[in-house]
């Protein structure tokens, strides 16, 4: 089956410093990929959609300029949390799908602590 | 736009039937899906409705109405190991984006 691998799995930052995810489709192409964030005890809230060779489109609320994405080839996307905040400190977690399937693969997630 | 409701909350024994609800309302609806989520790890893929009606895959089945915007997810034969939360999740057809509603948490008792 589909596996998207997702790093680093847990990753602490000081405030002010950029960390970056990577999110990776391991047996299939894939030209969307999607990032979640997700707070404790609460739903996924998708933040934006990466697409392969062009912009990323991102949700209302969610701030380009901070949250970075580039999708440079088919099997790799990555997020970049700039300046990063004590209340960026959440659960990030990318998913793809391959195209004859209606199920999305997720990552593992990266639990990100900002200090 | 988009709106979602499922109950937040089911607790039920070993061995019994468990039906979470959702309604929505979703512009340029595709499909409904289902992920469960266990605690601290990342959502896991059950079930998807693209038409009206049954789909069954082993304890769990998920049944779809597009005409009342209404779905269910079952869970038969209730295990330990299903404590977790259930997310319905629309699939819509602009961007194939797939957004969640707040999510069932369900504990299964001994």
């Known amino acids: 089956g589909a596996v998207v691998s997702q790093h680093p799995s847990r990753v602490i930052c000081k405030s002010g410093t950029s960390v970056k995810i990577e999110c990776r489709s391991l047996?299939?192409?894939?030209?969307?990929m999607f990032w979640y964030r997700q707070f404790p005890k609460q739903s996924l809230m998708l933040m934006a959609t990466?697409?392969?060779?062009?912009?990323?489109?991102?949700e209302q609320g969610v701030e380009k300029d901070k949250f970075l994405i580039n999708h440079a080839s088919l099997t790799l996307s990555t997020l970049t949390v700039t300046s990063a905040h004590p209340e960026d400190s959440s659960f990030y977690i990318c998913?793809?799908?391959?195209?004859?399937?209606?199920?999305?693969?997720f990552g593992s997630g990266t639990r990100l602590t900002v200090v | 736009g988009q709106s979602l409701e499922q109950p937040s909350e089911v607790t039920a024994v070993e061995g019994a039937i468990v039906q979470i609800n959702c309604t929505y309302q979703?512009?340029?609806?595709?499909?409904l899906s289902w992920y469960q989520q266990h605690d601290g790890g990342a959502p896991t893929f059950l079930s998807y409705?693209?038409?009206?009606g049954l789909e069954e895959t082993g304890r769990f089945s998920s049944f779809l109405s597009r005409s009342d915007s209404y779905g269910y997810l079952l869970l038969q034969e209730l295990q330990m190991k299903d404590s977790a939360s259930y997310f319905c999740a629309p699939r819509r057809a602009a961007g194939n984006k797939l957004t969640f509603g707040g999510g069932t948490r369900v504990l299964v008792k001994p």
């Open positions: 047996d299939f192409q894939a030209t969307t």
């Open positions: 998913s793809a799908s391959e195209e004859e399937h209606y199920g999305y693969t």
């Open positions: 990466s697409n392969e060779g062009s912009k990323a489109t991102y």
């Open positions: 979703t512009s340029g609806f595709y499909g």
């Open positions: 409705n693209g038409l009206d």
